[in-house]
T-cell receptor, first 115, second 114 residues
Framework: GESVGLHLPTLSVQEGDNSIINCAYS??????FIWYKQESGKGPQFIID?????DKRQGQRVTVLLNKTVKHLSLQIAATQPGDSAVYFC??????????????FGKGTLLTVNP | DTEVTQTPKHLVMGMTNKKSLKCEQH?????MYWYKQKAKKPPELMFV???????INESVPSRFSPECPNSSLLNLHLHALQPEDSALYLC?????????????FGSGTQLSVL
């Protein structure tokens, strides 16, 4: 089964509000996590990443928090804008075949921003 | 140039057809990936190439045949597909296929099998 999942499949917020998207992972050996944004008809777009030796990382309007104790990841978007409407995936990086790492995606959350 | 370019953007094929999907990147990346994505689902890994060698095959049926002619190009050859193979096929690349690397994705090829 999937080792990465999300608590909320959909999230609807008002423009200007802050958004929080959550993700649970089960592979304690995962050492690198990425949040991707996917708009309709496009491929996943990198937003922010975090390594397992960190608890928090900030970007422009986005913050990722990692809680390794409970295997939980979250993406916070400040002052959400209509252009933020998309599906958001968390992904974990762990060992695949041989010595190569692979990226496994969680289920995704559809974020809708209402003007 | 941080682009991964995929062609064609859309493809309709019959179950007896042979077609190929193409992917190109000029970022100097040495790892390239094929993912399959069904509607409203996350991308699922199919193949990984690292330094032009196939390093991961996620038990993909043989009707999908990947090829990496050089470090910039990745192909996916399709033959005798089934309607359930209809999906968005995404190509990605990263520096070398090692831990902690960002994957850069193309916009995908939307495939319909009739």
């Amino acid at each position: 089964g999937e080792s990465v999942g999300l608590h909320l499949p959909t999230l609807s917020v008002q423009e200007g509000d802050n958004s929080i998207i959550n993700c649970a992972y089960s592979n304690s050996a995962s050492d690198y996590f990425i949040w991707y944004k996917q708009e309709s008809g496009k491929g996943p777009q990198f937003i922010i990443d975090i390594r397992s030796n960190m608890d928090k990382r900030q970007g422009q309007r986005v913050t990722v928090l990692l809680n390794k104790t409970v295997k939980h990841l979250s993406l916070q978007i400040a002052a959400t804008q209509p252009g933020d409407s998309a599906v958001y995936f968390c992904a974990e990086n762990n060992m695949g075949g041989g010595s190569n790492y692979k990226l496994t995606f969680g289920k995704g959350t559809l974020l809708t921003v209402n003007p | 140039d941080t682009e991964v370019t995929q062609t064609p953007k859309h493809l309709v094929m019959g179950m007896t057809n042979k077609k190929s999907l193409k992917c190109e990147q000029h970022m100097g990346h040495r790892a390239m990936y094929w993912y399959k994505q069904k509607a409203k689902k996350p991308p699922e890994l199919m193949f990984v190439y690292s330094y032009e060698k196939l390093s991961i095959n996620e038990s993909v049926p043989s009707r999908f045949s990947p090829e990496c002619p050089n470090s910039s190009l990745l192909n996916l050859h399709l033959h005798a597909l089934q309607p359930e193979d209809s999906a968005l096929y995404l190509c990605a690349s990263s520096q070398g296929g090692r831990a902690g690397e960002k994957l850069f994705f193309g916009s995908g090829t939307q495939l319909s099998v009739l």
